[in-house]
């Protein structure tokens, strides 16, 4: 056993990640260079989704009910925040130019490369609540913090740090690209791997939940890149979505809350949010540029 895990269970969750990865990078809708069509990405979201269902069914099978429904809130809680990846991204291709099938080149290497960083984040993570149970204050705190600027900031792609703003296009390489994805995917990580860290502190449920949702976000970006500014109040329910699992994180000394009623809070505060971003429509004269 390894971080709660047998050294199969390890290796088969990893083979079966470079295998999507792998599959992904093959698929005839991929190696085109024409724009990457939205149903392909989001039938590939599907499998993805389908693939991470079963998952956590095999994980209640062999860990228990409580296993599953853990690995099932983290995934939906990085899933979540990973929509302010996607303002990023989007910021990022605007800024160096790059075409759709060159984006895919570099959400594919950003993605390998997120899965080694998130790795070494999360054992990090689990390491320092193993050893020093102050530090769920600190988490809690730097969730807290982390809800005040989603809110503050008037909109998810508000969030955007000013230097991925000023990007100069670069000349033919995607180097500084893949860069930029994976630094701004770890500082996103630093407010995503605590909510997780909230609702389990079994390495082997945070780090599968994590990396799970992070093969999906390629997918999901080309499946809703046209759509992003049509979520003009998601801001608010991932601020408050990180201010419960705050509050869940701060109180858990005293007060037990269950995955169960974790998972419906959390759903109840999108589904809110987006049927009242649908209804109030896109803020006038916005677009992706897509």
């Not at 069914?57 to 409580?66: A, I």
């Not at 701060?250 to 169960?260: E, M």
């Not at 809110?272 to 540029?289: L, N, Q």
């Amino acid at each position: 056993m390894i971080a709660g895990a047998t050294w199969g269970w390890w290796i088969g969750f990893h083979v079966a990640v470079v295998a999507l990865l792998v599959v992904d990078a093959l698929l005839p809708a991929n190696r085109r260079k024409e724009p990457r069509k939205q149903s392909a990405a989001w039938l590939w979201t599907a499998v993805l989704v389908v693939a991470s269902g079963a998952f956590a069914v095999w994980l209640y099978h062999v860990q228990g009910r409580q296993r599953a429904l853990e690995f099932v809130a983290g995934y939906a809680i990085e899933t979540s925040l990973s929509v302010d990846n996607l303002f990023v991204f989007l910021v990022i291709f605007q800024g160096f130019r790059i075409s759709p099938h060159r984006q895919h080149t570099a959400l594919l290497w950003g993605v390998g490369g997120a899965v080694v960083l998130r790795a070494l984040f999360i054992a990090a993570g689990v390491t320092l609540l193993a050893h020093f149970e102050w530090i769920t204050w600190i988490f809690g705190a730097i969730l807290l913090y982390a809800a005040f600027r989603l809110v503050r900031g008037g909109s998810a792609k508000a969030a955007v740090p000013d230097w991925i703003r000023k990007l100069q296009p670069a000349k033919g390489s995607l180097l500084p690209v893949i860069l930029a994805v994976e630094v701004t995917d770890l500082l996103f990580a630093v407010d995503s791997i605590p909510a997780v860290l909230a609702v389990s502190h079994d390495p082997f449920v945070v780090y599968t939940s994590n990396i799970a949702a992070i093969l999906g976000l390629r997918s999901l970006y080309f499946a809703l890149a046209s759509l992003l500014d049509t979520l003009r109040y998601l801001h608010y329910g991932l601020g408050a979505m990180l201010a419960f699992i705050a509050f869940k994180m701060l109180s858990a000394h005293w007060l037990d809350i269950s995955i169960t009623i974790s998972l419906a809070v959390m759903g109840a505060i999108l589904t809110i949010c987006a049927v009242w971003s649908v209804i109030a429509g896109p803020k006038p004269g916005h677009s992706t540029g897509h």
